[in-house]
């Protein structure tokens, strides 16, 4: 039966827009959309994104001076230390951002910014400049929900992105492709919709521009460029960055790429062609506004449908990030949460290479469904220790426990308000009232819940029915962390 546009959404529709928008919401978070329309309840969370700030201020680091290229320090020791330096502001940037997610009002604003961060994927490793990789992430942030357009043309002039694909080494005497062929393949086109003599002609488009490293601007080389006329999909002229781009945008296949992309994130894993086909050329016709795209897809019939529910696999920050904001965790400190995340396969601003996370399915095999499950069992073992001042041990690799530390030992006013006492120094201090989450569901912390409770719990908890039961006589905070073991508990 399709969903009524005009009609009051329930609470079990509204978690699931809010979760797909953002991440999984709590009971208290549900409650002020429940008896909205779906077109209201839609058009008032893309207007919130759109206008949302910031809650906490970036990392002072962000408000330094540029760092030194590691090249051109005087010696192997200076170029070791900011490279441990870099590594240290790199989970800093990461933390800042988790963090952000957990707290914000405005979830669709980070939602959308972290999709863009994987769409147009670019990695500290390669970039090694952290305040770049901060630079990019607040363009993508300036034009989440704005002109796709306009985000491309951005990201095309991005130092991160000139290093990342080699654009600032495309000279006229010497093309390089890389970003002429990724641009084509993952950004706007996808595969097949090009030729490769459109790549060797978009990468002559795109010479001429270099990176200043000290200022971090993108710098215009007219003698660098090729101003030889260049044919890109059958059609000649004296193409620069701006036209090459634009010529890509003409071709019917970018909206329908795009907007596929979009399907699968917020949608279901298998788009629609026919829906794809009349959302892409409203897209078109509306010069690229993303938002508008968005508001077509979350107003779709797919996406209230019941065989769409359930049918998404968290990600890593979606269930880090989701799980504490689901039963409104507080934390004295994101910075362990990097490394949740990278055990589970996901480091903001370390995407695995240019297709970025592949998501879905291949989230899920037999060890990384251990340690999610690993992880939601040791968060509420800790909760069930005590609720003031409880913690919870960063497992991850030694690697990612290394940068923790020197991001703790470099950025100690970061700290301050932490209680990092728990052995070893890797945990986290966490508050979660259990009577205020359970007791409008009618449960409380200390007795089973009876059968009409359950049902709620279910319903707050998961997007499904669970797969295994609870055993009888579970109570308050263990029926929560036995809901969190089952399957469902990994869906979305």
Do not use: C
Not at 68 to 87: F, I, M, N, S, V
Not at 152 to 157: E, N
Not at 395 to 418: D, F, Y
Not at 436 to 459: N, S, T, Y
């Amino acid at each position: 039966m399709k969903l009524s546009l005009s009609m009051p959404i329930s609470p079990a529709d509204v978690r699931h827009l809010l979760t797909r928008t953002g991440f999984a919401p709590s009971p208290a978070e549900v409650a002020p959309w429940v008896g909205m329309s779906a077109q209201a309840a839609v058009d008032k969370l893309i207007a919130d994104a759109r206008r949302a700030q910031l809650v906490h201020a970036a990392p002072a680091f962000t408000r330094e001076a540029i760092l030194t290229p590691y090249g051109r320090l005087a010696d192997d020791e200076a170029r070791k230390a900011a490279r441990q330096q870099a590594r240290a502001y790199s989970v800093e940037l990461a933390a800042w951002w988790l963090q952000e997610m957990r707290e914000t009002p405005t979830p669709l604003a980070e939602r959308m910014t972290l999709f863009w961060h994987n769409h147009f994927a670019t990695s500290e490793q390669k970039v090694q400049q952290p305040q770049g990789m901060y630079v990019q992430q607040q363009l993508l942030r300036q034009h989440a929900l704005g002109s796709f357009s306009e985000l491309l043309h951005g990201v095309a002039r991005d130092p991160a992105m000139l290093i990342y694909l080699d654009g600032a080494a495309n000279k006229a005497q010497a093309p390089n492709e890389n970003f002429a062929r990724e641009v084509m393949e993952l950004f706007t086109l996808g595969e097949g919709q090009y030729s490769e003599r459109d790549i060797k002609e978009a990468a002559r488009a795109f010479s001429g521009w270099t990176v200043d490293r000290e200022h971090w601007l993108a710098r215009y080389r007219p003698r660098l460029h090729d101003v030889d006329p260049k044919t890109l999909f059958g059609r000649t002229a004296r193409f620069d960055t701006d036209s090459a781009l634009d010529a890509m945008l003409d071709q019917p296949a970018a909206a329908r790429f795009v907007t596929a992309k979009l399907w699968r994130e917020f949608v279901s894993p298998t788009p629609n062609a026919a829906s794809v086909d009349r959302i892409a050329e409203r897209f078109r016709g509306s010069a690229w506004r993303i938002d508008g795209v968005l508001r077509e897809l979350l107003l779709s019939d797919e996406f209230w449908a019941p065989e769409s529910r359930a049918a998404l696999i968290k990600s890593p920050v979606d269930l880090a990030v989701g799980t504490l904001r689901q039963f409104d965790i507080q934390l004295d400190s994101a910075l362990p949460l990097v490394a949740v995340t990278a055990r589970l396969g996901q480091v903001l601003f370390y995407p695995p290479n240019v297709k970025g996370w592949s998501g879905y399915t291949d989230w899920i095999n037999s060890t990384s469904l251990l340690d999610r499950k690993r992880f939601t069992e040791r968060l509420f073992r800790a909760l069930e220790a005590g609720n003031d001042g409880a913690t919870m041990n960063a497992n991850a690799s030694p690697m990612v426990r290394e940068l923790i530390q020197e991001a703790q030992g470099r950025e100690k006013r970061a700290l301050r308000q932490a209680r990092m006492e728990s052995a070893g120094g890797q945990g986290f201090g966490m508050r979660f009232d259990a009577e205020a989450w359970l007791k409008p569901l009618g449960a409380w912390p200390d007795r089973e819940p009876d059968e009409a409770a359950q049902g709620r719990i279910v319903a707050a908890m998961l997007a499904a029915p669970p797969v295994n039961p609870v055993p009888a006589g579970t109570v308050g905070l263990s029926y929560l962390r036995a809901l969190s073991l089952d399957p469902a508990f990994q869906l979305k």
